[in-house]
């Protein structure tokens, strides 16, 4: 089964809005990952938050980790239509040494 | 660097035959991973390998085998292909677990008839 559900399943913003994904999963992790998948390629790393940190920044991108309510958010700041793709947040869970992903949120950013 | 690829892109098969995938990379990572990903399902583990002569299942194993005969190498097969394995494969490779990122091939998409 899947660890990390993302919400919303698909979104659609405009360039230079701000856009705001969710992720939430089930059991205790070591830390969380979000990776981008352009279309028909693989997916590229974006950012790690480790299960003691709270916030995180790269560049235009912001993730949160609450540990409490087992839920993460990531949020790109003046989109571009470069970051159309699919996102995805993957888990890697304490004790087991596989990570599991989302669905992923696709991410639409119109001109 | 190359990073990591994989052979071949594209394939198609027909129910029973016989296939092997081949992920290679060039970063000396210990950690290689084979997932597959189907509409709406996000990324399932298959198999992965914690180094040089292990395998371990993941998630969805079943009607594959894997081998990590060289460090930089990890060969998925699939002894007897099934409609339900069409699929897009991907493979993964990362430093160690868990605290560093995954870098993904380009995958392989398989159409089994």
């Known amino acids: 089964s899947q660890q990390g559900e993302e919400d919303p399943q698909a979104l659609s913003i405009q360039e230079g809005e701000n856009a705001t994904m969710n992720c939430s999963y089930k059991?205790?992790?070591?830390?969380l990952q979000w990776y981008r998948q352009n279309s028909g390629r693989g997916l590229v790393h974006l950012i790690l938050i480790r299960s003691n940190e709270r916030e995180k920044h790269s560049g235009r991108l912001r993730v949160t980790l609450d540990t409490s309510k087992k839920s993460s958010s990531l949020l790109i700041t003046a989109s571009r239509a470069a970051d159309t793709a699919s996102y995805f947040c993957?888990?890697?869970?304490?004790?087991?040494?596989?990570?599991?992903f989302g669905a992923g949120t696709r991410l639409t950013v119109k001109p | 660097n190359a990073g990591v690829t994989q052979t071949p892109k594209f394939r198609v098969l027909k129910t029973g035959q016989s296939m092997t995938l081949l992920c290679a990379q060039d970063?000396?990572?210990?950690?290689m991973y084979w997932y597959r990903q189907d509409p709406g399902m996000g990324l399932r583990l298959i198999h992965y390998s914690v180094g040089e002569g292990t395998t371990a299942k993941g998630e969805v194993p079943d009607g594959y085998n894997v081998s990590r005969l060289k460090k930089q190498n990890f060969l998925l097969g699939l002894e007897s292909a099934a409609p339900s394995q069409t699929s897009v494969y991907f493979c993964a490779s990362s430093y160690i677990y868990p605290s560093y990122e995954q870098y993904f091939g380009p995958g392989t998409r398989l159409t089994v008839t």
């Open positions: 059991t205790s992790i070591n830390n």
């Open positions: 993957a888990t890697a869970r304490l004790n087991n040494n596989d990570m599991r």
């Open positions: 970063m000396n990572h210990e950690y």
